[in-house]
C-alpha cells in the first residue's frame, strides 16, 4: 500500500515537472516572440525535462496497482492536453519546435505502456 502511494505521488511530481519545465522553456524562447536563447533558464528547463523522462522511464517499467496505472495514465494524458494546446497555440513558433514539443509528451505515454506490457508478457509466457 506504501508502496503504490509513493509510486503514485513520483508519478504525479514527474508529470508537474515535465510540465512545468515545458512551460518555463516555452515562456523563455516565445514570450512575446519566437528568440531561442541559450542561457542559465534553458539550461535548467532542459535538466528538468531529462530529470522528469528518466524519472518516468523508470516508473513506467514498474508494474503497479489499478490505481496507479489510472493515475499515471491522467498524468499522462494531461501532458499529452498541453502538447495539443501547445502546439495549436504556437503559430509563429517553427515546425521543429511544435513537433519536438509534441514527441516530448508523449514519451511518458510510451514509458506508461511499458508497465502493463511487461505484466501482459509475464502472463502470457507463464501460460504457455
Not at 534553458?42 to 503497479?64: D, H, K, Q, Y
Not at 490505481?67 to 495549436?88: D, E
Amino acid at each position: 500500500m506504501k508502496r503504490q502511494i509513493l509510486l503514485t505521488l513520483a508519478w504525479v511530481v514527474a508529470g508537474a515537472t515535465l510540465l512545468y519545465s515545458q512551460l518555463g522553456l516555452n515562456l523563455a524562447w516565445d514570450f512575446l516572440g519566437w528568440d531561442p536563447g541559450w542561457g542559465p533558464v534553458t539550461a535548467a528547463c532542459g535538466v528538468g525535462i531529462l530529470g522528469a523522462l528518466v524519472a518516468m522511464w523508470f516508473l513506467g517499467r514498474t508494474a503497479g496497482g489499478r490505481v496507479l496505472q489510472v493515475v499515471s495514465l491522467m498524468v499522462c494524458l494531461v501532458l499529452l492536453g498541453f502538447a495539443v494546446w501547445l502546439v495549436r497555440e504556437a503559430k509563429f513558433t517553427p515546425l521543429w519546435y511544435r513537433s519536438g514539443i509534441t514527441f516530448l509528451m508523449l514519451m511518458p505515454t510510451a514509458f506508461w505502456l511499458c508497465g502493463p506490457l511487461r505484466t501482459w508478457n509475464r502472463r502470457t509466457a507463464k501460460s504457455s
